[in-house]
């Protein structure tokens, strides 16, 4: 058996064991999924028998072993940690992550649809709606690492820190969705002590974890900024609705604990709100879905481009392993791409209500009445996150491509004004604009 740290054992070779808590906050919703329809929903989150959000250890194992990997010199460790299928002699993992039961204050719902990418219209009975984990929801990762030395825990202790700043950057999430930008989390706080095996006092505190305190604010981490195997890059756009302009993503499905706002009037569409959990409740928040922003502002106009230039693009008819520039940027609906989003909380959002008649175009009668709600001005950040390493032979052309469509989107751009459009009834709304990115 080779002696390199990380390496997987039998159990009676360890002596020390990293006993510790990291305490994260979703930062964004939390997509983890049951299997089982919800009785509202199309899909329903994973609960335990009383009701609470339950995650799987497996799924922080899973975490802490894909950002481990994006380290420089952490091979054997992540190859011990688990997934390595090279290894016929493997012991156990070093690695044991307690599952987390948590409060779940009430679910959200996120309503989807498939967008054709032919007509960019919506496909006919392609509507459907997940249940998610609200973000702010503090999650606790209990667990135990195995070491046969204390110089191998602090090894890991100084690895596990620079995976923590790497988890918090967003490239690795939990649960699916990562493309639509859910699963992401802040580090709060964690606690650790090493425990030596030889004594009963320490083996007897093994599977009990203290209960860590959620702080306000983040810690700062005390670690050496991390050496990346495997980069990524993180793109913060500022934008807003262009001066003038309406814009919204609708709803049909208004929060019900906010109706009073609308009076006795009632419109017939809403903005999109999520839910956040501000520490005592469940509060409304008008965010951009890092889905829609995605399709809407990035990989429609990035498909138009390429199929411009006369690159041979699928039409999504056979996406099984599809090596168009398109899929291999944006994913289908066998992978995830290379491009994640996350939802645009809107700054400043002016909601208002509007009313709208639709003339026929022969007899100019009323044929219908609108109303709906719309935002009349509102700014939002993006955070887009592209991943080098799922495509490096890739990363450079998207890079180049996005980045350029960026430039485009900024009102001093060359590109006619209201080019770049999102959300409902884009035809005659939706006109954003970006003011600045890095
Ligand atoms: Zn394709």
Redesign the pocket.
């Known amino acids: 058996m080779s002696e390199q740290s990380g390496q997987a054992l039998y159990m009676s070779e360890y002596k020390y064991v990293l006993h510790g808590s990291v305490v994260f906050s979703l930062r964004t919703g939390l997509m983890i999924r049951s299997g089982k329809p919800g009785k509202l929903t199309d899909s329903s989150i994973e609960r335990s028998f009383d009701g609470k959000l339950h995650i799987n250890g497996y799924v922080w194992s899973s975490l802490l072993r894909r950002a481990l990997a994006r380290l420089k010199g952490t091979e054997e460790l992540v190859k011990a940690i688990g997934k390595d299928t090279t290894q016929t002699n493997q012991g156990v993992s070093p690695l044991w992550c307690e599952a987390t039961s948590s409060e779940l204050y009430g679910p959200d719902v996120r309503p989807g649809n498939k967008v054709s990418r032919v007509w960019g219209a919506v496909c006919i009975g392609a509507v459907f709606s997940d249940e998610i984990v609200p973000p702010g929801i503090p999650l606790a990762c209990n667990f135990n690492y195995f070491a046969r030395s204390e110089e191998e825990i602090k090894n890991f202790a100084d690895q596990l820190c620079q995976a923590l700043d790497v988890i918090r950057s967003g490239i690795e999430n939990i649960g699916s969705g990562w493309s639509y930008g859910h699963g992401r989390l802040d580090f709060f706080n964690a606690i650790s002590e090493i425990l030596d095996l030889k004594k009963s006092s320490d083996r007897s505190k093994l599977w009990e974890f203290p209960k860590v305190a959620t702080p306000e604010k983040p810690y700062r981490l005390a670690c050496k900024k991390p050496e990346m195997a495997k980069p990524c890059t993180r793109y913060t756009v500022k934008a807003r609705i262009a001066d003038g302009q309406l814009l919204a993503v609708h709803t049909d499905m208004p929060m019900l604990d906010s109706l009073s706002q609308y009076g006795d009037k009632l419109p017939a569409s809403f903005v999109y709100r999520r839910y956040k959990f501000n520490g005592q409740k469940l509060a409304p928040e008008i965010v951009i879905p890092g889905r829609t922003i995605r399709q809407a502002l990035l990989s429609a106009p990035l498909e138009r481009k390429l199929r411009s230039q006369g690159q041979k693009?699928?039409e999504?008819t056979k996406?099984e392993e599809?090596?168009?520039s398109?899929?291999?940027w944006f994913g289908?609906t066998d992978s995830g791409g290379m491009i994640a989003v996350l939802d645009a909380p809107v700054t400043n959002a002016a909601p208002q209500i509007v009313n709208r008649v639709q003339l026929c175009e022969h007899s100019l009668q009323n044929m219908n009445l609108f109303s709906g709600e719309y935002l009349k001005g509102g700014e939002f950040t993006i955070e887009i996150l592209l991943d080098e390493a799922r495509n490096p032979t890739q990363a450079a052309a998207l890079k180049g491509a996005l980045e350029a469509l960026l430039n485009e989107l900024k009102p001093s751009a060359n590109t006619p004004p209201g080019w770049y459009r999102l959300g409902a009834t884009a035809t005659c709304t939706g006109q954003v604009e970006v003011t600045d990115w890095k």
């Open positions: 693009i699928c999504d996406p599809c090596q168009c398109r899929c291999q289908n």
